[in-house]
């Protein structure tokens, strides 16, 4: 009989780039989102509070006070351009690679910003470029709001088909 190997998932847990930061719901970190029923208050967190949910404060500061002024500049202007990036980078000290590499990436998949860009060709070099756009995106709401409508469904459902056997057994 052939040996075979025995293929196992690693247990390396989420990458990082994967991942957001969900602090316990009772946590001191969060502002109150629910009354003692369950039911939601009619607060709304800020933009510095959810943010907080894609790069922690606590866990990612630099990563953090950068998404912090990017997304802060992008609801002043809703829509910025490569040349508007630049400046941003420029003005606030930041490092090219830290915003490129780390920030946008994650703000773009989560669905917090948009990137589109254009192929443009320079008719006197024939030289290609890609301007970049960068917008508000409500994907990221769209999404979390999916998770918690659903999750309200699950719940309601199962306390309904508990309440229905209560209500035959009487």
């Known amino acids: 009989m052939e040996n075979q190997e ?7 847990g989420v990458p990082s780039s994967e991942s957001i930061y969900l602090p316990r719901h009772d946590s001191p970190e969060l502002r109150s989102f629910e009354d003692k029923n369950g039911s939601p208050t009619r607060n709304l967190w800020s933009i510095e509070e959810v943010t907080n949910f894609i790069f922690s404060k606590k866990y990612q500061p630099k990563y953090y006070e950068t998404a912090l002024a990017f997304l802060h500049l992008l609801c002043e202007k809703t829509r910025v351009g490569g ?9 606030n ?12 990436p994650r703000l773009k998949r989560v669905g917090m910003v948009k990137v589109e860009r254009d192929t443009v060709v320079a008719v006197e070099s024939k030289r290609k470029f890609r301007p970049m756009r960068i917008s508000l995106n409500k994907t990221f709401g769209n999404y979390f709001m999916k998770i918690g409508d659903s999750w309200l469904a699950i719940v309601d459902d199962a306390r309904s088909r508990a309440e229905k056997r209560e209500q035959t057994r009487l």
Not at 6 to 12: E, F, G, L, V
Not at 84 to 91: R, Y
């Open 83 to 91: 040349g508007e990036i630049a400046e941003f980078i420029k003005s």
């Open 6 to 12: 025995k293929k196992a998932i690693s247990s390396r």
């Open 93 to 104: 000290g930041i490092s090219k690679a830290t915003f490129y590499n780390r920030v946008l």
